[in-house]
């Protein structure tokens, strides 16, 4: 056992006694829900419960690449809704993933979520790793050109479906690429680079996910952990290293392990009751205020 009881104190102590240097994060969108951004799968404010209005066969087609080519308007409501801004502020959480980097201890930040509040908190964009993409770019599903991102921005504030500007030099070999000369418009759809159910993750997902092997300590925070490959990722954590869920809801494998913490409630207050055991409480509402 690494950890003398299954507590928050205990998960605490573990932290001050400086034997936690590496501390592998795993998010998704239950840290975001205090700053107004919906989850996608609680009962009754999840976004999943409530796209009836879109017609869709199932909910998640809205994030589904074959549906979206033959319909994008759902997600493009949707997007609007969802586009990071200056309307949406970091959490208490937030600040406190930030507190952890600037402390050298956070090893790495593996969110599920597209909001870039990680970023925003001050998380540094080498500890992040946004497994399902971001919407701070984007491209044409077809001939996959880049789509400028102002553009995009007013294409989302609309609700309209963006596409391709790019020019297919007739006869030519490239397939595009050139937007002068003659030839024939691309006009495929415009995906924000968030990744869609039947799309790959991106690389530095697979590339940094043996970190979660290196950690001495995994905190898991706001996720249903239904989503795979990200759900498997605290299940890769060595079996001596303590992993600590800050949710609503039990979820995935945790409690099976001998030294699994839950900190069952909402995570916000969860954080803060860590950060009170470490003596960092002050330092957290400060830096999250700001
Ligand atoms: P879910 O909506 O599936 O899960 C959110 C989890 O956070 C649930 O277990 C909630 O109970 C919990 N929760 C909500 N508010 C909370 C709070 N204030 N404090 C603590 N817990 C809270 O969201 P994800 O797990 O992020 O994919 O969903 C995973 C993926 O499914 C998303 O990345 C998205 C979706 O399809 C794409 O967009 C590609």
Not at 38 to 65: C, H, I, W
Not at 104 to 122: P, S, V, W
Not at 223 to 250: C, D, I, K, W, Y
């Amino acid at each position: 056992l690494t950890l003398p009881e299954r507590s928050l104190t205990a998960v605490a102590d573990f932290i001050k006694s400086g034997k936690a240097r590496r501390i592998v994060v795993m998010t998704g969108a239950g840290i975001s829900t205090a700053a107004g951004i919906p989850d996608f799968r609680s009962p009754t404010t999840g976004l999943y419960a409530n796209l009836s209005a879109l017609n869709l066969p199932e909910p998640e087609a809205v994030f589904d690449l074959s549906f979206f080519r033959q319909n994008p308007q759902p997600f493009y409501v949707l997007a609007r809704e969802l586009y990071p801004g200056a309307r949406y502020r970091p959490t208490v959480s937030h600040a406190f993933l930030a507190l952890l980097a600037r402390r050298g201890l956070l090893h790495m930040l593996f969110t599920q979520n597209i909001d870039c509040l990680e970023r925003a908190a001050g998380v540094p964009a080498e500890k992040i790793v946004e497994a399902h993409g971001s919407f701070a770019s984007q491209r044409c599903v077809d001939c996959k050109g880049e789509f400028d991102g102002e553009v995009m921005r007013a294409f989302v504030a609309r609700g309209e479906v963006p596409r391709c500007g790019r020019v297919r030099v007739k006869g030519g070999e490239d397939g595009g690429g050139r937007e002068d000369g003659e030839g024939e418009v691309c006009g495929g759809l415009v995906k924000p680079d968030i990744v869609f159910f039947g799309e790959a993750l991106p690389r530095a997902f697979f590339e940094s996910s043996g970190m979660t092997k290196e950690a001495d300590l995994i905190l898991v925070m706001g996720t249903s952990l239904q989503v795979h490959p990200f759900a498997g990722l605290p299940n890769m954590a060595e079996e001596e290293t303590p992993r600590v869920l800050f949710n609503l809801e039990q979820v995935g494998s945790f409690g099976t392990r001998a030294d699994d913490v839950m900190v069952l409630g909402d995570c916000d207050a969860g954080v803060r009751k860590l950060a009170e055991e470490l003596g960092w409480k002050d330092e957290l509402e400060k830096s999250w205020r700001e």
